[in-house]
């Protein structure tokens, strides 16, 4: 166990990130070093072959927030590395947001205190058009938006949105019954949530969707599309017990 308990823990999923996971620490570290100091921020980078670890590592001297980075050898995918984070995170409360800081880590107290009042699980919900700059995450996000907000999760329809937070005890229960390892983790989740009867509350926000993703058309699409087949047959056969 360890010897203190920061107020939250902030994972970032890190997967062929050496482009932009310097600018995303040094944004990082201005922010934390400033207002949370005390936090702990995980980086688990899932099978990546280039220098996202080698880039990220350095930081752990400059951050005052408690830095870990996990080098996960096996890309197993992005709720992989997301629930490895939060297995080892131990703080309070516990976020998770994407690598490219689509979301401006001002937001973070705005979840945090939705969670001290009562909120199990806080997540983000995209205000305005989402003009992904790729073809492959436009299909992906409007076809996960039929099929959550009016079958899995009703009301939710933004289930992807790359930021959450959780109190402790919700994130423990949730992640260690998560099943899928890539994209739709986020849609396993809420729908875990809903079935154990947390308090979910969404906050509106603001977001920009970066440049230069890792996600490929082809090969994720198709990943996606069968893990959205998953969870619903694990849905109507009962394998999602509370």
Do not use: C
Not at 46 to 55: E, L, M, R
Not at 88 to 112: K, N, V
Not at 157 to 173: H, I, M, N, S, V
Not at 210 to 230: C, I, P, W
């Amino acid at each position: 166990m360890p010897d203190y308990r920061p107020l939250f823990s902030l994972i970032i999923p890190a997967y062929q990130e050496e482009k932009r996971i310097g600018t995303t620490l040094e944004e990082l570290s201005a922010y934390l070093n400033r207002n949370h100091p005390d936090a702990e921020l995980i980086v688990v980078s899932g099978g990546s072959t280039d220098n996202t670890v080698g880039i990220a590592r350095p930081y752990e001297k400059t951050i005052k927030a408690k830095l870990k980075v996990f080098d996960v050898k096996e890309a197993k995918g992005k709720g992989a590395a997301v629930r490895a984070g939060v297995l080892e995170a131990s703080g309070d409360y516990i976020l998770f947001t994407d690598a490219d800081l689509s979301y401006s880590p001002t937001l973070f107290d705005q979840f945090i205190e939705r969670l001290k009042n009562g909120a199990d699980v806080a997540i983000a919900q995209r205000i305005g058009a989402r003009n992904y700059t790729g073809l492959g995450r436009h299909l992906l996000g409007a076809l996960t938006r039929l099929i959550a907000g009016t079958i899995l999760v009703p009301g939710i329809k933004d289930t992807q949105a790359g930021l959450k937070a959780f109190t402790r005890p919700a994130a423990e229960y949730l992640f260690q019954r998560q099943k899928v390892n890539g994209f739709l983790f986020d849609l396993e989740i809420l729908l875990l949530a809903r079935r154990k009867g947390y308090r979910i509350e969404k906050i509106y926000v603001e977001w920009e969707d970066k440049a230069e993703s890792t996600f490929r058309l082809v090969r994720d699409t198709g990943r996606a599309f069968l893990d959205l087949l998953k969870i619903y047959w694990r849905l109507v056969t009962g394998q999602y017990k509370i």
